[in-house]
């Protein structure tokens, strides 16, 4: 089955800086990836997601690269905000076969004001 | 409703005995998943429905677990003979599986703590 590896496991940055976490994916039918946040005692959110036919994708602050060869995607987070503060999530699934997740294992991202 | 509503959010229970979670997926939405979630961990598949039957429940960790859905939008996830080592998260989840839409919406799961 698929197995994801998420690192760092902790990361901590000073407001404004960026931010980037990484997930290796061992399934290569896999071919969507989202990202998810999630705040203390909350649900997960999805917060950006790509799928294996595109290399990147931006929304504001936040963008996700995706390697499909390497099977390894990308986080990247600019400007952070004591807001980012929380766990990130990455993720990979095969969408044609009933979209069943596979997670990472988080990262705690801690923005220092 | 507006997004994927789980009861109860707090559930203790003495080891052995037999507990239901409920999840009420968005409306419309033929894909139903549940997830568990231990302390400082990813959420970890369970089982996943599309419509009223299980399309996959490989994730289930044996058989004191049991999940149905049988009118294809609210779902009960049963857990028999609760273990201390089921205490966790469980997290409900629902989305559209038509078109080129993936996206997830998970409700604010269930605590389950077993004493």
């Known amino acids: 089955g698929e197995n994801v590896e998420q690192h760092p496991s902790t990361l901590s940055v000073q407001e404004g800086d960026s931010a980037v976490i990484k997930c290796t994916y061992s399934d290569s039918a896999s071919n969507y990836f989202p990202w998810y946040k999630q705040e203390l005692g909350k649900r997960p959110q999805l917060i950006i997601d790509?799928?294996?036919?595109?290399g990147e994708k931006k929304d504001q602050r936040i963008a996700v690269t995706l390697n499909k060869t390497a099977k390894h995607f990308s986080l990247h987070i600019t400007e952070t905000q004591p807001e980012d503060s929380a766990v990130y999530f990455c993720?990979?699934?095969?969408?044609?076969?009933?979209?069943?997740?596979?997670f990472g294992g988080g990262t705690r991202l801690m923005v220092k004001p | 409703g507006a997004g994927v509503s789980q009861t109860p959010s707090n559930k203790v229970t003495e080891k052995g005995k037999y507990v239901e979670l409920r999840c009420d997926p968005i409306?419309?939405?033929?894909?139903l998943y549940w997830y568990r979630q231990s302390l400082g961990q990813g959420p970890e598949f369970l089982i996943y429905f599309q419509g009223t039957g299980a399309a996959d429940d490989s994730g289930l960790p044996n058989d004191r677990f049991f999940a149905v859905r049988p009118e294809g939008s609210v779902s009960t996830l049963k857990i028999q003979r609760t273990e201390r080592g089921d205490s966790a998260v469980y997290l409900c989840?629902?989305?559209?599986?038509?078109?080129?839409?993936?996206?997830?919406?998970f409700g604010s799961g269930t605590r389950l703590t077993v004493v």
């Open positions: 790509i799928r294996s036919n595109v």
């Open positions: 989840a629902s989305s559209l599986t038509q078109g080129n839409h993936y996206g997830y919406t």
């Open positions: 993720a990979a699934s095969k969408a044609y076969a009933g979209n069943m997740l596979t």
């Open positions: 409306s419309g939405h033929t894909a």
